[in-house]
């Protein structure tokens, strides 16, 4: 091997996740309707037969499957099958930032408008919906708390094999939680996060908001 097969057969490499072909990708949908004349958020209940998470507010979304052509296709398909409005009827309005999880998953997630006189829940799935104005989101800042993450390493791990031993100074992380109160509604979570990403990108053009 020599600098010249090195740059032959790499040098339009395209840089990707490391450690990408391990992590579980799932994609959502952030969806948007008219109502009342303005702009709401659609929230999903999980429904309390789900075995995870039932109960909890989220947005539409779900695993990317392999027969999925692209993260966006995946969350118009989950936005589908648990909402039961045709696909034509789901517009992708653009893509928000994909999130890297501490447990090992990739979240592409996209602001869109639905169509909810098409609408059909998929009870196995969603309890309920309901809204809130994208007006009052833009004006309400959520409450911040924190979840430290600490790392254990396993029983048996090889402290002789690295410099300090068992004294080694572990970083340690905290992982931001936003929960947004609407009602008798508290959104937290992935969900919230997400919702505040997309607020930050509306708020960081102020002269679209008076339009």
């Given at each position: 091997m ?7 057969l ?22 948007l309707i ?7 958020v ?7 037969f789900?075995r995870?998470?039932?109960?909890e ?5 779900g695993?990317?499957d ?9 969350a118009?398909?989950?936005t ?7 696909a034509?009827h789901?517009?992708?309005?653009f893509?928000l930032?994909y ?9 592409y997630?996209y ?10 829940l ?22 911040l ?12 791990f090889?402290?002789?094999?690295i410099?300090q ?12 939680e ?10 937290w979570?992935?969900t919230?996060r997400?919702?505040?990403?997309f ?13």
């Open positions: 020599n600098i010249k097969k090195l740059r032959a790499f040098g339009e490499r395209i840089p990707d996740i490391l450690g990408g072909e391990n992590l579980v990708k799932f994609s959502v949908l952030l969806p008219q109502k009342n004349g303005e702009l709401h659609l929230f999903e209940v999980r429904s309390l789900m995870r998470q039932p109960g507010i989220c947005f539409p979304g695993k990317i392999q027969s999925d052509e692209s993260p966006a296709h995946a118009i398909r989950e589908q099958e648990e909402l039961g409005i045709p034509e789901i517009e992708i309005l893509p930032d999130m890297i999880s501490p447990f090992g998953t990739v979240i997630s602001a869109g408008l639905i169509d909810v006189s098409r609408m059909q998929n009870e196995a799935e969603v309890g309920e919906i309901f809204t809130v104005p994208l007006s009052f989101l833009l004006q309400t800042e959520p409450e708390h924190y979840v430290a993450l600490k790392p254990e390493p396993e029983e048996n090889p402290y002789h094999l410099a031993g068992e004294n080694y100074d572990w970083q340690t992380k905290r992982m931001e936003y929960f947004y109160l609407y009602e008798d509604r508290i959104i979570g992935l919230a997400i919702l505040k990403h607020l930050d990108i509306l708020r960081s053009h102020p002269h679209m908001l008076d339009k």
